[in-house]
């Protein structure tokens, strides 16, 4: 009798660990419902998604108004399903309302800044749906715009634009409007990527930037459901400024974010490469081709007219120069401006001395930037707790065929994989 009740009460007990739900979190605003995982991950997870909903309506100057909840699934990695993807947001009707599900796969290799998009998303998504309850099962929805996306998450406090700067600045003529809205960030390349950031960025603060911009953007995202398939027309319905030729403040938008790059310090090396190109002086005579001689060179014979506009022009690109180069080489700069400008009225003497010693700092100045830098890996690679963050994007770029490449399904296969899972 004892045993029988026993395997009762097992029975029991089973039943109800099959039925307990799985535990779960809930962020301040209770809009966010994390399960899965151990409590501190659903915690840093949730105070992620709080943070990215701050940042989001801080640029549009909006409430917290919310209606749909966002259910956030973190599920382990596992070995022998690995076509499953890092993270997929589910959009769907039901018989109580919407509902919005993102089901995140946690491995070895979790990356924030992907669970924060895919965060951002979610959180567009139910502000683009929040005031269509009554969607009919079925129906296709409206995915916030790549440039919203990507433009929202370099708006965010914080954050390193000069990648976006440094792209910009590479470019010889920007991309027109019309054909950098029908982009999509996910089929192009690194490059590509970084480049399409700093365009979204670009245009998400001409938009904030014009009159009632903040709440325009915010009446954009909440008729994207009702969106066309002309994704400039509808940003000109919302935004005057775009009304016109588009094309003229979304020029000027582009320059005047590429032209802060000339206001920010160059590393050393990168002072180094520019003084290197600005030290070779560009020669124009008539009917011949122009060539480029060394600043010593000029030293050597008395310098003709051209040479003299040649040197004046070196002598005003070094003065502009001094002002961007790193602190260090600012004094060696300054002294080849100086003697530029006594090259061009003609005068020579003592110059030759000059140069030689400069050439000596430059080369001291090298190698002992090289020691400092050696220093600084072997540092980070030894004594450092936490890594700088600076070869972040080259590991992933290492690791992506890996991960992209298919994996075979055999059982041998299999076995080898969850070894090397678990080392």
Do not use: C
């Not at 701050?54 to 022998?80: C, E, F, S, Y």
């Not at 120069?321 to 530029?340: D, G, H, K, M």
């Amino acid at each position: 009798m004892r045993r029988a009740a026993i395997f009762t009460l097992s029975i029991f007990a089973w039943q109800s660990l099959q039925a307990a739900p799985p535990e779960r979190s809930v962020s301040p605003s209770r809009q966010f419902i994390i399960y899965g995982a151990d409590p501190a991950l659903r915690g840093a997870v949730s105070e992620l998604a709080e943070q990215t909903k701050a940042n989001l309506l801080a640029a549009l100057r909006q409430r917290d108004n919310w209606k749909t909840p966002v259910l956030v699934d973190l599920r382990p990695q596992q070995v022998n399903l690995p076509e499953i993807p890092l993270a997929a947001l589910r959009f769907s009707q039901t018989g109580f309302g919407v509902k919005l599900q993102l089901d995140l796969t946690i491995s070895q290799n979790f990356d924030p800044s992907l669970v924060e998009r895919e965060l951002l998303r979610a959180i567009l998504l139910e502000m683009i749906y929040r005031n269509e309850p009554h969607i009919i099962p079925g129906t296709a929805y409206v995915e916030p715009p790549d440039w919203l996306v990507d433009g929202l998450l370099a708006f965010a406090p914080g954050r390193d634009r000069r990648p976006l700067i440094q792209a910009l600045s590479t470019v010889d003529k920007a991309m027109p409007l019309e054909e950098f809205l029908q982009q999509r960030s996910g089929l192009l390349d690194s490059t590509g990527r970084v480049l399409h950031r700093a365009y979204s960025f670009a245009l998400l603060q001409l938009l904030i930037d014009g009159t009632d911009g903040p709440a325009r953007l915010a009446r954009y995202i909440g008729n994207l459901s009702r969106a066309s398939n002309d994704p400039l027309a509808d940003l000109k319905a919302q935004f005057p400024l775009l009304a016109g030729r588009a094309e003229e403040p979304w020029q000027l938008a582009i320059t005047r974010l590429s032209s802060l790059q000339r206001y920010q310090l160059l590393t050393f090396a990168q002072s180094e490469q520019r003084l290197d190109e600005l030290l070779r002086v560009k020669i124009s005579d008539a009917n011949k081709p122009a060539k480029l001689i060394r600043l010593n060179e000029l030293t050597q014979h008395k310098t003709s007219q051209n040479e003299k506009m040649a040197l004046s022009q070196l002598s005003h690109d070094l003065l502009l120069f001094a002002v961007q180069a790193n602190p260090v080489l600012r004094p060696v700069v300054r002294e080849y401006q100086q003697i530029s400008t006594l090259l061009a009225r003609g005068r020579r003497s003592g110059i030759v001395k000059r140069l030689v010693r400069l050439d000596a700092i430059r080369e001291k100045l090298n190698a002992r930037m090289r020691d400092i830098d050696d220093y600084m890996n072997w540092f980070e690679a030894t004594q450092m707790k936490d890594g700088s963050g600076n070869f972040t994007d080259y590991l992933k770029t290492v690791d992506q065929p890996q991960l992209l490449a298919p994996r075979r399904r055999d059982p041998l296969s299999v076995y080898i994989d969850a070894v090397a899972n678990q080392f």
